[in-house]
């Protein structure tokens, strides 16, 4: 394709509707917006009446460019966006009768409950993914820019239930940072689930619910708990029981779990389903 024939794609960018025009001041003028805020603008999630999304043309990338840029993508620490990136490649990746008994909460949800501003917003997606109809609930988290990840099981059942414990799992590649720091966040916004659901539970139950966090394998460096976060939820969604039992814990979930092998291959391998996803995307 020649240079006056390639085509232009849309890109995203975000202005401020009282300004005349899109100019570099108009465009920084809610500079104030925190990344994540930013990101959950463009992906439709929140909405700011003093902002429009404009699209802006781009180059369309080459398919050439594609594989070397993935190929070193994941040795980087991820931010938000390509996370869920990997994240939605991983999750249509399996079977739908695997997806059956998993539902996920999008990867900025817990930091937004955070703050007051968006506490009702967030209440109201989560009760859209129909969380205490599924044994399973992946939530990645996001947090003082740490990647780690957080599993409600069973939110469904009884709290007294011996076969079908509700409990949540806390999955942290660098527990010399304290994972249970996270705790009292984790210990209000499940409550604050299970008060916009109109669940029955007393808050003191839901206080009780167990937050057991396993020791699996440390990350080695500063960049890898991202990656770490997509092959723990890829591991669980393999091996997760039928019933998970308090009793039996820590299942797999072991600090022999995987070898950094293990991860370097998957790694290869969610590179190349995005490496898929980005040349369906051109054609």
Known sequence: MGRKERKLVETISIIDVDSPSPTSASMKAHSNLTKQEADMIKRGFLADSSMILVDFPRRRRSKRKIKSKNATAMQNKLDSGAFECYFQNLWRSFSEDKKTSFTYL??????????????????????????????????????????????????????????????????????????????????KFVLDIYKAEGRLESKDSIYQIPLLVPKVPQQRNGEECGSFVLYFINLFME??????????????????????????????????????SDIDELL
């Open 239 to 276: 091996n997760a029981p039928e019933d998970f039992s308090t009793q039996h814990f820590p299942y797999f979930m072991k600090d022999n779990w995987f070898t950094p092998e293990g991860l370097k291959s998957f790694c290869k391998k969610i590179e190349s389903l995005k490496e898929k």
């Open 106 to 187: 999008d990867c900025l949800w817990f930091e937004l409950h955070r703050k007051s501003a968006y506490k009702a917003k967030v209440l109201t997606w989560i009760q859209k993914k129909d969380i205490f109809s599924k044994k399973y609930v992946l939530v990645p988290i996001v947090c003082w820019r740490h990647w780690s990840l957080l599993i409600f099981c069973h939110f469904g059942e009884s709290t007294k239930s011996e076969t079908r414990t509700p409990c949540m799992l806390l999955l942290d590649s660098l527990e010399k940072a304290n994972p249970r720091r996270l705790e009292p966040e984790i210990r």
